[in-house]
């Protein structure tokens, strides 16, 4: 089936610094979207996107369909980005959405 | 603003017990789903329904059953909870658009099922 791979499993940054999340995609995908779930439990909505990049402060997304993947760059990271972030996509035609596995992000002083 | 909302927030139960999971949209969407998330998996979709009076079964639906009574409310029902089903439980809605298919998710219920 669809399946969706998501890296890195587990990711540490000090406050100020920056990364990327990624999620490659098995089959052709229509959408992306980028959730957080922070320290409380609750999912963060964060992007949606169909293609191209989206840019929110101090993040950013890209999804290219035709390559299969999607990223998620954090800059200049701070304590209350720690969570958990997972990417989720949907298939032309479906209903359903295929999620990644999720990142554990710890941000540290 | 989108909004999905849950109850109860934690819910503590018995073995063998009955615990129904509550979801209610705002947002006039079409269609409705019910996940579980543990740790070290992404969510993982339990029912989904296409509008009242729907379900359908997702990617692991063996031991909830739901209930989509109206286009508002989507309840997921543990019969017979076990101790297997302790996890975090996500609501969502969302519309099959063709060119959007974005999700607004609930809050999440915690259920420890002893």
């Known amino acids: ?109 | 603003e989108a909004a999905v909302t849950q109850s109860p927030r934690n819910k503590v139960a018995v073995t063998g017990g009955k615990v129904t999971l509550s979801c209610n949209q705002t947002n006039n969407h079409n269609n409705m789903y019910w996940y579980r998330q543990d740790t070290g998996h992404g969510l993982r979709l339990i029912h989904y329904s296409y509008g009242a009076g729907s379900t359908e079964k997702g990617d692991i639906p063996d031991g909830y059953k739901a209930s989509r009574p109206s286009q508002e409310n989507f309840s997921l029902i543990l019969e017979l909870a076990t101790p297997s089903q302790t996890s975090v439980y996500f609501c969502a809605s969302g519309d099959a658009g063709q060119s959007s298919y974005e999700q607004y998710f609930g809050p999440g219920t915690r259920l420890t099922v002893l």
């Open chain 1, 1 to 109: 089936g669809d399946q969706v791979e998501q890296s890195p499993s587990a990711l540490s940054l000090h406050e100020g610094t920056g990364s990327a999340l990624r999620c490659n995609f098995t089959t052709t995908m229509r959408a992306v979207q980028w959730f957080r779930k922070n320290s409380r439990g609750s999912l963060i909505n964060l992007f949606y996107l169909a293609s191209g990049t989206k840019e929110n402060g101090r993040l950013k997304s890209a999804f290219d369909s035709k390559e299969r993947y999607s990223t998620l760059h954090i800059r200049d990271a701070q304590l209350e980005d720690s969570g958990t972030y997972f990417c989720a996509a949907d298939r032309a035609g479906g209903y359903k959405v295929v999620f990644g596995s999720g990142t554990r992000l710890l941000v540290s002083p």
